[in-house]
Structure formats: structure tokens, C-alpha cells
């Protein structure tokens, strides 16, 4: 598995396409230093969006300095209202506008014996209801301009049951499809689009440290049988901030390989 992944690495080449999707359009995307939130800053940059890159981790000066003046550091942390409402005002102050709205970051935890208030808390605040509250000013914003595509990402683990995943985590993704298909029945009308990505295992900076088995086993999940780059859920949510989406709302798309195609 790892050497077909390294051919992998080797031979993808991301290729822009003659005009690029999102050009002339502001992306704000949080958890945007590292992982599948800096592929998406990068692949939005290259398709030659402006990005407000926000992160808690205290890498956003460092990762925007790598996408040049195109991508703009931000550092927020979106379990906190004040500080998500404060992100889009400086992408608004910034570059007038927002046309993307990208919410990535996310947090993860061991699985736990039994389900406790305190794991709910922790896994709740980061990936339900900094995600919801993350729409609510990403609306506000985009209800200025006519409208913009919200993507929400999630997780497969989300769709069914994934055993290593902890129950408060598989419930805070899920609610994350709820609420982002209520914005876009509610919201349509206004011009806003709002999707999930629902990514497969895919190897990150974080999902790199599991042991060689662990990452033999999780890759094997996929019916390509390997695990998903980042940049592969990058391009995805791409497409979907692009006009090239007109069309696309209120869904729940897995970038999982297949893996959520298996009854087991």
C-alpha cells in the first residue's frame, strides 16, 4: 500500500485548467495551515481565488507566506462566536467581499469506553457548532454580494458506523449534514449554496503518525484500496465553490474511495 501511494505522490501532477475556476472570487477557509485545509487554500490560490487563511495553530502567517500575497493569514479559533464573526469581518474589510466560504477545521479525539457530557463538549465545539456558527456569519456576509457556496466538510464516519471513530464525533459530523442542508433549502432562494465533503481516510499530517499497520488497515477501507490525498478533497470542494456548481446544493459527497459503499 505505501509504495503504491508513493507512485502516486510521484506521478500527480496538479495541472490548472486554462481558465481558472474560481478566479476573481474570496475564499475564507479555517483549518487552513495544514492538511486538507491548506490543500484547499492551495488549490483555491491556484485557481486563482483570494483566501483569508485561518487557523488556531499559530502556522497561518507561515503557510499563507507559502501561497504568497494571494492567501492572507488569520488566526481564529471557531469554537468561539466572537472570534468567527471577527474572522469574516476581516475577510470583508480586507477584500470587500466573500464569494466561498471553506469550514474545515476540526477536532479529534481517542475513542472512549462509554460516551461522557465532556467528550460531547469537546467534539461539539469545534465541528457542530463552530461549523453552524461559521455559516451563520459566512450567510451574513455572502447575503451582501447575491449569494456564495458555503462547503462544509465532515467525515465518512459520519454516513455509518466507523468503529475507531468516537460515538461524539460521529454524531457532531452527522449534525453537520443536517444543518448544512437546512442552510441551503433556507438560503437558495438568496443565491447561497451549501455542500459536505465527506473525506475518507486520507493521509494528513495527523493521520501520518498512526502505525504503519493502522494506516495499512484504514487505506485498505477504500475500494481504490490506498488513501486519499489531500489535495484530492481539495479539488473536490473547489468545484464546488465554482460557478462550475451552479446547480449543486444541499448534498453530502463522499471523497472516500468507495469506502462508504461497503455494507461492512
Known amino acids: 500500500m505505501a509504495g503504491g501511494?508513493?507512485?502516486?505522490?510521484?506521478?500527480?501532477?496538479?495541472?490548472?485548467?486554462?481558465?481558472p475556476i474560481l478566479?476573481?472570487?474570496?475564499?475564507v477557509i479555517t483549518g487552513a495551515?495544514?492538511?486538507?485545509?491548506y490543500a484547499c487554500a492551495r488549490v483555491f490560490v491556484r485557481e486563482g481565488a483570494k483566501v483569508l487563511l485561518?487557523?488556531?495553530?499559530?502556522?497561518?502567517d507561515e503557510a499563507a507566506a507559502t501561497l504568497g500575497p494571494a492567501a492572507v493569514p488569520h488566526h481564529a479559533d471557531v469554537s468561539r462566536e466572537d472570534e468567527i464573526e471577527a474572522m469574516f469581518a476581516a475577510a470583508l474589510d480586507k477584500f470587500g467581499r466573500v464569494d466561498a466560504a471553506i469550514h474545515v477545521a476540526g477536532t479529534q479525539g481517542g475513542r472512549s469506553p462509554e460516551i461522557s457530557a465532556e467528550e460531547y463538549d469537546r467534539m461539539t465545539a469545534t465541528n457542530l457548532r463552530g461549523v453552524l456558527l461559521s455559516c451563520k456569519y459566512a450567510i451574513r456576509a455572502m447575503l451582501r454580494t447575491g449569494g456564495g457556496s458555503i462547503v462544509n466538510f465532515s467525515s465518512v464516519g459520519a454516513l455509518n458506523v466507523e468503529d475507531r471513530a468516537p460515538i461524539a464525533y460521529a454524531a457532531a459530523k452527522a449534525g453537520?449534514?443536517?444543518?448544512?442542508?437546512?442552510?441551503?433549502?433556507?438560503?437558495?432562494p438568496k443565491g447561497i449554496r451549501a455542500n459536505v465533503i465527506a473525506p475518507g481516510f486520507t493521509l494528513t499530517g495527523f493521520t501520518r503518525k498512526a502505525s504503519p499497520e493502522i494506516?495499512?488497515?484504514?487505506?485498505?477501507?477504500?475500494?481504490?484500496?490506498?488513501?486519499?490525498?489531500?489535495?484530492?478533497?481539495?479539488?473536490?470542494?473547489?468545484?464546488?465553490a465554482?460557478?462550475?456548481?451552479?446547480?449543486?446544493?444541499?448534498?453530502?459527497?463522499?471523497?472516500?474511495?468507495?469506502?462508504?459503499?461497503?455494507?461492512?
Not at 505522490?9 to 485548467?17: D, G, H, I, K, L
Not at 485561518?54 to 497561518?60: I, P
Not at 453537520?176 to 437558495?188: F, M, N, P, R
Request: aromatic letters at 6%.
Open 242 to 264: 465554482s460557478d462550475r456548481a451552479s446547480f449543486v446544493t444541499a448534498t453530502v459527497i463522499p471523497v472516500d474511495g468507495g469506502w462508504s459503499a461497503r455494507l461492512a
Open 33 to 37: 495551515a495544514q492538511g486538507i485545509g
Open 5 to 19: 501511494t508513493s507512485r502516486l505522490q510521484a506521478s500527480r501532477t496538479m495541472v490548472p485548467m486554462t481558465t
Open 23 to 27: 478566479n476573481g472570487k474570496v475564499a
Open 215 to 240: 494506516l495499512r488497515y484504514m487505506s485498505a477501507k477504500a475500494a481504490l484500496q490506498r488513501a486519499a490525498l489531500p489535495e484530492e478533497q481539495a479539488e473536490v470542494a473547489a468545484f464546488l
Open 54 to 60: 485561518v487557523d488556531f495553530s499559530g502556522a497561518e
Open 176 to 188: 453537520v449534514h443536517s444543518l448544512t442542508k437546512a442552510i441551503a433549502v433556507e438560503y437558495g
